[in-house]
Each structure stands twice: as C-alpha cells, then as structure tokens.
C-alpha cells in the first residue's frame, strides 16, 4: 500500500484525503491547530447554532454525492431564502432605477447577444474596470460590487476579473441546484469526514508541525499559500518566492441572537455596497435560510476584508456596538441581544487580487500548477488560492488531483 502525506486538515485537505484513502492509499494527514475543519465548524448554544465561516455548500452533484456517501441528509434552504436584499439606502430587492436598469440593459445585452468576446476579461484587469466597461457605473457599484464582495470579502476595486470571471467562458462550469448543509450546521459534515478517514485508516495527526525534508513520496500541500510558501521555502525556493507574493485577506464573522425577529426583511440576507460609511460587508438572516436549526431569531454579520483588517484588533464590546449602530441604519432595527459568537479569521484567505493572478500565471508558465519534483518527493499543490473560494471548488480539485495521483502512481 503506498504511503501518502497531506499537510493541513482544512476542507481541501479532509476532501483530498477522503478520496485518496478510497482508492486504498495509506494516508497520514498532519494538521497544525488543535482541531481538523480550517475555517469550517459550527458553535452550539441554546439559541441555535452559529456557523464559523461557511454555512453552506453549493449544491452541486458532486456536493451532493458527498452527502450520501457519508450518510448525512442535507438541509436545504427555505424558500424564503430566494429573495435577496442590496441596500440602497434601505435594503431592496433591485437596487437600480428604472432607468439606470434600461442603461444596464442597453449596454449589457447587445455585447452578451452578439459580441460575447468583448465580455472576456482581460489580464490585469480589475473587476470594477471590467464592470465599467461592460455594464457601467451605476450597475457596477450596487449589482457586481456587493455580489462579488460577498463571496470574495474584498471591494471589487482590487479584484481580478480574469480569476473570477473566466470560468464562466471556459464551458466547463457544474451545474449549480441551490445550497445544501448538514442539519446540524458545517459541523455535521466535518464530523463525518473525520469519522469516515478513520475508519478508512487515515492517520490524522493534530498539533502537528511537519517538515517536508522529513517526508518522502507524495506530498500534498492543502494548506493557505503563505503556509504553503514557508513550508516550500528550503526545498523549492522558486516557487515559495511565487506564493509568497500572494496576498492573503482577514475575515470576521458575528452571529447574533436577538430577543426578537426582525420581520420587514425576510430573505437570505442584505448585501452592501461600499460608499455608505458601512464597515459590514453583508448580513445573513440566518433563520430565514434554513428550518429546524435556530430557537431564536439570529443574524451572521460579514465584515473584514484587507482595507478593514484593523476591526479584527477591535474588543467584542466594540464590535457589538458597531453592528448595533449599522444594523439600525440598514435594517432600522433594535431587538435586543441575547448572544453572540465572533470568530476573526486573521489572514484566512487568498485575496483574488492582480498579485494572484500573476502568481496563478507564473506557475503555469513553469509547469507549477499540478505538481512538483524535489528532493524524491512529488509535490501536489491545493488550495482555495488555485481552484477559486468555494467549496464546491475546492471538492472538485480534491477529485481531480485524487484521480491524477492514481494515474501516476497506480
């Protein structure tokens, strides 16, 4: 049986290791905190739950083949969850005025029906330029900038249209079914995994700090690319000097339980767009998405990001009373609070900026992408920082590089 080693236990390396220990490998996975799940997991308290980071898969057939597999019967969103709010002001449904929504049409769709090439972004562009260009200002700054805020955490400002937009010109794209997640929260699916990788003889092993000198064969770095690049530092400096050069982005998350619900906005949540003098980034209305999880009425408030790391050096008390003030001028709204969990995630995420961009580009010029030769050792790089920030994305690579570590090694 050969021997594989993965180095960090967030989900790309939970995902990558389930598969592998499928096709009979012995693997070891080595995770430096306390705990496997990265980002991932799911606080309990007598109000309801509440979620670290993601509370959701998208659901798509491989996520969903997941769940079966580990035996987990999968919440889905209410339908209450279908309408989605944009603050303008006050939260709206649609954002633009009647005209501005004919200059959106008018630019936009003469280029989709018969000039689809001049959609493509182009290299080093910034998603705002890119926005400017195809839909214009007014649709750039309240329809792109908070969609894409909330699924990036940075201003588009300094985003990469190339990275995130160029999947959807590739033809390659799954089919996306809406959201799923365990009936407990991201809890239930990590808990499953870890149980699953046991019982497949996956040796985990936890405070675990790993020197790639010391391992032999096959390799897989699943761990934050300035992780990646320190561990790479001595035994492929090239490429360490690459990841090196990305940039990574913070992230807070609060979850807060009031005495009441608030009831004007009930959907999936409220993006904001930049230019208000808001700090948040965006709200979950956690008890309009999924049923049977919540015994008060609670909210998950998104805020960070690289222009506003300095929130995450702020006391809970400051932060309370930041939200407070912002929540009753987005959603007028003043129920007293009944709990609460903050989690600050410093320097959790790749930010999807031109530096990565440039990063992703010169190591496929190098032939870096996949894998790398050094020291008797094959090298898997993987991670949210090459396969884009979500899940699904992240479970697709995991299949992929599974399946090309079989066709190399049998």
């Known amino acids: 049986m050969k021997k594989i080693s993965v180095i960090g236990a967030?989900?790309?390396?939970?995902?990558?290791?389930?598969?592998?220990?499928?096709?009979g490998y012995a693997v070891d996975l080595y995770e430096s905190s306390s705990r496997v799940g990265g980002l991932l997991g799911t606080d309990r308290t007598e109000h309801g739950i509440a979620e670290h980071a993601a509370n959701a898969l998208i659901r798509t057939e491989r996520a969903e083949k997941l769940f079966q597999e580990l035996g987990i019967t999968p919440s889905y969103p209410l339908d209450s969850s279908k309408k989605r709010f944009i603050f303008r002001y006050t939260p709206r449904k649609w954002p633009l005025t009647f005209l501005e929504t004919l200059f959106f049409i008018s630019k936009f769709l003469p280029?989709?029906?018969?000039?689809?090439?001049s959609l493509k972004p182009r290299d080093q562009e910034t998603l705002e330029n890119w926005g400017r260009r195809n839909l214009g200002a007014t649709a750039t700054e309240y329809l792109l900038g908070p969609a894409m805020q909330g699924i990036y955490g940075n201003e588009i400002s300094g985003l990469s249209s190339k990275l995130i937009l160029s999947p959807l010109f590739s033809g390659r794209r799954e089919k996306y079914k809406g959201l799923l997640t365990g009936p407990g929260g991201m809890q239930d699916l990590i808990n499953k995994i870890e149980l699953r990788l046991k019982e497949l003889g996956v040796h985990i092993h936890t405070n675990s700090s790993v020197d790639l000198k010391n391992l032999q064969g096959v390799v897989i770095i699943a761990t934050p690319a300035n992780v990646a690049a320190q561990l790479l530092e001595d035994t492929h400096a090239e490429l360490s000097a690459?990841?090196?050069?990305?940039?990574?982005?913070s992230l807070m998350s609060s979850t807060l339980f009031f005495s009441k619900a608030q009831e004007t906005y009930k959907g999936f949540g409220c993006l904001i767009p930049r230019g208000f003098g808001i700090k948040t980034m965006g709200i979950l209305m956690n008890s309009y998405i999924f049923k049977d999880r919540d015994k008060t009425y609670n909210e998950t408030w998104i805020m960070g990001g690289v222009k506003e790391e300095q929130l995450l050096e702020m006391s809970d008390e400051a932060i309370l009373k930041l939200i407070a003030e912002e929540r009753f001028q987005v959603l007028g709204a003043k129920q007293s609070l009944l709990e609460y969990r903050i989690n600050r995630w410093n320097k959790a995420l790749p930010y999807y900026d031109l530096h990565l961009e440039e990063a992703q580009k010169k190591m496929a010029d190098l032939n870096l992408t996949l894998a790398i030769e050094a020291d008797a050792k094959k090298i898997f790089l993987h991670g949210n920082?090459?396969?884009?920030?979500?899940?699904?994305?992240?479970?697709?690579?995991?299949?992929?590089?599974?399946?090309?570590?079989g066709r190399q090694h049998g």
């Open 10 to 23: 967030g989900f790309a390396g939970l995902t990558v290791s389930l598969r592998l220990a499928q096709k």
């Open 242 to 249: 690459i990841l090196t050069k990305i940039r990574m982005s």
């Open 111 to 117: 280029k989709f029906l018969f000039s689809k090439s």
């Open 385 to 405: 920082y090459l396969s884009g920030i979500g899940l699904s994305k992240i479970l697709e690579r995991s299949d992929l590089l599974a399946a090309e570590i």
